[in-house]
Each structure stands twice: as structure tokens, then as C-alpha cells.
């Protein structure tokens, strides 16, 4: 069993810049894929960004390329998501979610989830 807790959201005008955390507990964090999934009102949960276990592989959606990135700090058990330049569009709850495996996108394969953050940007 794997526990997540992020932190770090907020609200922050265009152009700005956030770092979400997210605290992992129980097994062995290292072991695991993980991902950063976005849910704004009235749209499906999508798929930000991955990391594989030892930090060396990254995926990103090409909407936030160039503009976010995930990173990983196996001592402190933690995965965060610096986000920089940002749209109003990245409005949305930001989950992190853990899996055994090879990175994938789909939100259904991943098998622990936190509760959430809110991000809001103004425009």
C-alpha cells in the first residue's frame, strides 16, 4: 500500500509559477512509476507528466512541454511538479498517482492516487 499527500497548490496569475509536492508513504516509493493527472470542471482527469523509478525517463503531455517538469527525490520519498509559465487552461485539480511497471498515460492503470491540490490561474 502506498499513501500520497500533495501540497502546493494555489492560486497564481498567468506567467506564474508553482511547485506542486506530493509525499509518498508505506512501500518502497523507489519501486514505483510516478505521475502527475490534471482534472478540470467538466473534463476528464488527463495525464501531465510521468517519471520512471530511478528519475532518468520523463513523459509529458505536449500541452505543458517546455512548461512543467517532474522530478523525483528518492530520500525524501517525494515527487514534484515544477510548473512555470502558466495558462489560465491549467486550471484544475492536480493529482499524483503511483504504479508498479513501465510509464503509461492512462489514468485507469495507476493503482494509488492522492487526494488532490487545487491550481488556479488567473488570466
Known amino acids: 500500500q502506498v499513501q500520497l499527500v500533495e501540497s502546493g497548490g494555489g492560486l497564481v496569475q498567468a506567467g506564474g509559477s508553482l511547485r506542486l509536492s506530493c509525499a509518498a508513504s508505506?512501500?518502497?516509493?523507489?519501486?514505483?512509476?510516478m505521475a502527475w493527472f490534471r482534472q478540470a470542471p467538466g473534463k476528464e482527469r488527463e495525464f501531465v507528466a510521468s517519471?520512471?523509478?530511478?528519475?532518468?525517463?520523463?513523459d509529458y503531455a505536449d500541452s505543458v512541454k517546455g512548461r512543467l517538469t517532474i522530478s523525483r527525490d528518492v530520500a525524501k520519498n517525494t515527487v514534484y511538479l515544477q510548473m512555470n509559465s502558466l495558462k489560465p487552461e491549467d486550471t484544475a485539480v492536480y493529482y499524483c498517482?503511483?504504479?508498479?511497471?513501465?510509464?503509461?498515460?492512462?489514468?485507469?492503470?495507476?493503482?494509488?492516487w492522492g487526494q488532490g491540490t487545487q491550481v488556479t490561474v488567473s488570466s
Open positions: 498517482a503511483a504504479k508498479a511497471g513501465g510509464l503509461v498515460r492512462r489514468p485507469s492503470l495507476y493503482e494509488y
Open positions: 508505506g512501500r518502497t516509493f523507489s519501486r514505483y512509476i
Open positions: 517519471i520512471s523509478t530511478g528519475g532518468g525517463v520523463t
